[in-house]
């Protein structure tokens, strides 16, 4: 039996990587505007927060992000997917969205994603990831990562 578990688990930071690296041109529908916020910068659209429950604890912030995934994104993932898996790339061609689950540790400016979840068009979960003790990375700037950065750490200080 060929291992692919450990190859296709890391599908899952990979695609991170892919959604929040490329600004979103286009997307469709966007989430409740009760519930979630655009970050608010010209690179994060598509990207959005969930102003409501956000949790802070010391100096780090677990808040959960959305992300609407355009055709590119989805066509690199399935495209990834495939090599490994040709059955969950198939369930992949109708991806629409993700939330994320984000640590952000505000004094050392540094973020990792703990929980994943992904969902079809129909708004079914494809999957869904937990990572808690993943390893933490700089938040680059000019991302929807920093966009985030600025509204729960920064703006929450003044």
């Known amino acids: 039996m060929k291992k692919i578990g450990p190859v296709v688990s890391l599908f899952i930071p990979v695609l991170f990587l892919i959604v929040f690296s490329f600004p979103p041109i286009c ?14 910068t010209t690179s994060s659209g598509g990207h959005y927060f969930n102003k ?14 959305y992300h ?16 490994y898996d040709f059955k ?8 629409d969205h993700n939330v994320i689950l984000m640590e952000i540790d505000c004094k050392k400016r540094l973020y990792r994603g703990e929980k994943f979840i992904y969902y079809d068009n129909m708004g079914k979960v494809l999957e869904s ?3 808690k003790n993943s390893k933490r990375e700089t938040i680059q700037p000019d991302t929807p990562i920093e966009g985030l950065y600025e509204k729960v750490c920064v703006t929450q200080r003044h």
């Open 52 to 65: 409501i429950n956000i949790i802070k604890s010391s100096n780090i912030v677990s808040v959960w992000t």
């Open 88 to 95: 969950k790339s198939i369930k992949f061609q109708n991806y």
């Open 27 to 40: 997307f469709s529908e966007q989430p409740d505007p009760k519930v979630w916020e655009p970050l608010g």
């Open 68 to 83: 609407i995934v355009k055709d590119d994104e989805r066509k690199k993932g399935v495209e990834l997917i495939k090599k």
């Open 129 to 131: 990831d937990s990572y």
